[in-house]
């Protein structure tokens, strides 16, 4: 059993940067995690994803250069750092946990454990 919590959302101009954290309890060794986003009327969208075991990302084209997904261990704390902040990154954001079965990370279906999620606004 894996819970998820994330934190660090809010309100930023465009341009500016916030960090997500993603807390996560039990036992997160060898999964997925990722971030999803969703807007009023959108699909839910992957972002960003990191493999616990050794840190490997992935990114959304619409994200690369700008956003930054790391973990930290000793926390057991997965990080979404989001730079160059535009208008069309509002949503709610979700931090998903151990992807099953095949196909993109990006599949929000294939995620077992699920964050309440947290809004991030960004206004022009």
């Known amino acids: 059993q894996v819970q998820l919590v994330e934190s660090g959302g809010g309100s930023v101009q465009a341009g500016g940067s916030l960090r997500l954290s993603c807390a996560a309890s039990?036992?997160?060794?060898?999964?997925?995690v990722a971030w999803f986003r969703q807007a009023p009327g959108i699909e839910r969208d992957g972002v960003a994803a990191i493999f616990t075991e050794g840190g490997y990302t992935l990114y959304a084209d619409s994200v690369k250069g700008r956003f930054t997904t790391s973990q930290d261990n000793a926390k057991n704390t997965v990080y979404l750092q989001m730079n160059s902040l535009k208008p069309e990154d509002s949503a709610m954001y979700y931090c998903a946990a151990d992807f099953r079965g095949r196909g993109s990370v990006f599949t929000p279906e294939k995620y077992y454990y699920w964050g309440q999620g947290i809004q991030v606004t960004v206004s022009s």
């Open positions: 039990g036992d997160t060794n060898r999964i997925w």
